[in-house]
């Protein structure tokens, strides 16, 4: 059973920047590939990004490329989603999300989630 827990999200105006994090509550966290979603009001959860269980590959979601970077530490059981450049349209919920052994890029590939973070960008 893993346990995650989202936080770092708030309220930052256009251009400002915003570190989530997501604490694993997970006896062997290395085996976990990790995602990031979120979700804005009356949309479908999109993917974000997603990190490899080493931390050696990343992916990200073409439209956000070059803002957001996915990085974790499993000493401190921690995966981080660094946002800049941040936009009016990033708001929504962001949410954590991990699987066992490869990357996923769709909801349905991950088996855990946290209970998600809000994120509010103001103009």
């Known amino acids: 059973q893993v346990q995650l827990v989202e936080s770092g999200g708030g309220l930052v105006q256009a251009g400002g920047s915003l570190r989530l994090s997501c604490a694993a509550s997970?006896?062997?966290?290395?085996?976990?590939?990790m995602g990031w979603f979120r979700q804005a009001p009356g949309k479908e959860r999109e993917f974000v990004a997603a990190?490899?269980?080493?931390?050696?590959?990343?992916y990200y979601t073409n439209s956000l490329k070059g803002r957001f970077t996915i990085s974790r530490d499993n000493a401190k059981n921690t995966v981080y989603l660094q946002m800049n450049r941040l936009k009016p349209e990033d708001t929504a919920v962001y949410y954590c999300?991990?699987?066992?052994?490869?990357?996923?890029?769709?909801?349905?590939?991950?088996?855990?989630w946290g209970q998600g973070t809000q994120v509010t960008v103001s103009s």
């Open positions: 990190i490899s269980w080493s931390g050696s590959s990343t």
């Open positions: 997970v006896r062997t966290f290395s085996n976990y590939a």
């Open positions: 999300a991990a699987k066992e052994s490869l990357m996923g890029y769709y909801p349905n590939d991950y088996d855990y």
